[in-house]
């Protein structure tokens, strides 16, 4: 009996050490401290009078052509006013996402008009030929012992080779492009980890190095079907001269710095100054953002100008400010409501991970609302105290302008916006990372649609295009 004890423990110490997940970090270190975060987000091409601003939510496939179907939405709207014609896709000034939403986000950030194809290459592939799905393998049990089935070398490395096409950041910087916020979450100090120049400063590496398949992977990195994705730190006073920003040090000093940035604050100094972080481990950033607002909050949280995320030019140069929220959550029509018992374990499971998302999606929604409300109060007073010179200068005449001509159209598009007719069909799709054509293209139709029918958006768009008697009910 103890020999065949022995022989069973041996067998699986070796099914597990064939089954090691790669924890290889996925950044790369500098010498030198890389440059921060720039202070503002990318100036309009065209005249600047129309900024959109674009989140997209976590949910697999089915997230990411719901997005799709958002961004057709927008190429539909054809701005005529500036100095060209164009479509509110230009107009996107940043695009933030987390999970499946962030494969859309980074595509747009990507490609640019050519995000188009997402479908071809994209949504209709099957991205889960990458993963590890036997559920009872034993391999796969040891991988899961280990902390996730799956890791860089399956889903990230799909997504380099199929999507990417081994693109880094770098490749955001191309001319007109957004700026693309992704986020993950640091499941040591509990807070959302974006991928931003002033994190990878703060660990001396370097962010346009890094590839964006890692970033969308890690985002994306659902907890125990994968394994977290692992990124090392350093000891930035001593190897790169690294210096904490302003921000930073006010969310560690200020008891009324807000809650979210003290949170920040602190998870950025444990990187630099915790001798005990070696690496940071990130998961889905669904877990801290399931709608990818953290970017926004924080850019508007952490501003130190009245005028910012936008340049001294943009802000004199807008007129509306269109923040589109894309939910593809869904909501299922669960059997044991109609009877005494249950739920049971699996749909206890998904019924409390449901109501936790669903609460936080609406608390996060209303908080940016609040936020962008509070902004553009702001920002309004610093466009009426501007001398006439300057807005002249900015604008190139004074022809029109009304310091107090700013509107903000900041809504939240859903499944729940569409007919009762459609909703069963769409509910039903699965968060997976395949999907069939049909279900697809009713998810890329859904989006579309809940775009189209919203009466605050058409008319920020009837604005955009600068139609005659449009009467805006947005945040004014």
């Known amino acids: 009996m103890r020999r065949r004890l022995a022989w069973l423990a041996l067998a699986g110490s070796l099914l597990s050490g064939c089954a090691t997940n790669d924890v290889e970090p996925i950044n790369t270190h500098l010498t030198q401290v890389g440059p921060g975060s720039p202070a503002f987000i990318?100036?309009?091409?065209?005249?600047?009078?129309?900024v959109v601003a674009l989140s997209f939510s976590g949910g697999g496939t089915r997230a990411a052509?719901?997005?799709y179907g958002v961004l057709r939405a927008l190429d539909d709207v054809t701005i005529d006013s500036g100095r060209r014609a164009h479509t509110l896709i230009d107009d996107v000034r940043v695009v933030g996402?987390?999970?499946?939403?962030?494969?859309?986000?980074?595509?747009?950030?990507?490609?640019?008009?050519?995000?188009?194809?997402l479908r071809e290459r994209f949504l209709i592939q099957n991205a889960e030929s990458s993963l590890h799905t036997a559920r009872l393998a034993p391999a796969n049990l040891a991988r899961l012992w280990r902390g996730g089935v799956n890791d860089r070398g399956t889903f990230a490395a799909w997504l380099n080779r199929n999507l990417f096409d081994g693109a880094t950041y770098s490749a955001f910087k191309r001319p007109g492009a957004p700026l693309v916020w992704i986020h993950a979450s640091d499941i040591y100090n509990?807070?959302?980890?974006?991928?931003?120049?002033?994190?990878?400063?703060?660990?001396?590496?370097?962010?346009?190095?890094?590839?964006?398949?890692?970033?969308?992977?890690?985002?994306?990195?659902?907890?125990?079907?994968?394994?977290?994705?692992?990124?090392?730190?350093?000891?930035?006073?001593?190897k790169c001269n690294y210096k904490q920003p302003a921000w930073i040090k006010h969310g560690?000093?200020?008891?009324?710095?807000?809650?979210?940035?003290?949170?920040?604050?602190?998870?950025?100094?444990?990187?630099?100054?915790?001798?005990?972080?070696?690496?940071?481990?990130?998961?889905?950033?669904?877990?801290?953002?399931?709608?990818?607002?953290?970017?926004?909050?924080?850019?508007?949280?952490t501003a130190e100008d009245a005028h910012s995320p936008l340049s001294p030019q943009a802000a004199i140069r807008m007129r509306t400010l269109i923040m589109i929220v894309a939910d593809a959550g869904r909501r299922t029509e669960p059997k044991w409501v109609e009877v005494k018992?249950?739920?049971?374990?699996?749909?206890?499971?998904?019924?409390?991970?449901?109501?936790?998302?669903?609460?936080?999606?609406?608390?996060?929604?209303?908080?940016?609302?609040?936020?962008?409300?509070?902004?553009?109060?702001k920002l309004v007073r610093y466009r009426c105290g501007l001398p006439t010179v300057t807005v002249a200068r900015y604008r190139g005449s004074l022809a029109g302008w009304d310091c107090r001509d700013v509107r903000m159209a900041v809504e939240l598009v859903s499944f729940g916006d569409l007919p009762p007719a459609d909703l069963t069909a769409l509910n039903a799709i699965p968060t997976r990372l395949r999907l069939t054509p049909e279900q697809v293209d009713r998810t890329i139709s859904a989006g579309r649609d809940a775009v189209r029918v919203n009466p605050r958006l058409r008319q920020a768009f009837g604005r955009a295009q600068g139609r005659a008697g449009i009467v805006m009910a947005v945040i004014n």
Not at 213 to 224: E, G, I, M, N, T
Not at 275 to 295: C, P, S
Request: hydrophobic share 45%; aromatic share 10%.
């Open 97 to 117: 996402g987390v999970s499946g939403g962030a494969v859309t986000a980074a595509y747009l950030g990507y490609k640019g008009h050519g995000y188009r194809d």
């Open 252 to 301: 560690l000093q200020d008891a009324e710095a807000p809650v979210r940035v003290k949170a920040a604050a602190r998870a950025m100094d444990s990187y630099q100054n915790n001798d005990r972080v070696n690496y940071i481990k990130l998961l889905d950033g669904g877990l801290t953002d399931n709608i990818a607002v953290v970017g926004f909050a924080e850019s508007i949280d």
């Open 42 to 50: 990318p100036d309009a091409a065209d005249d600047g009078s129309t």
């Open 190 to 238: 509990a807070t959302a980890f974006g991928f931003t120049y002033d994190r990878f400063a703060a660990i001396c590496s370097d962010l346009d190095r890094l590839r964006i398949a890692d970033a969308v992977a890690a985002s994306a990195a659902f907890p125990l079907v994968f394994a977290p994705m692992v990124i090392s730190t350093t000891t930035p006073q001593t």
């Open 65 to 67: 052509a719901f997005a």
């Open 341 to 377: 018992q249950g739920p049971g374990l699996v749909d206890m499971i998904d019924a409390t991970t449901g109501t936790s998302i669903s609460s936080s999606v609406r608390d996060e929604f209303d908080a940016l609302k609040l936020a962008f409300r509070l902004w553009r109060q």
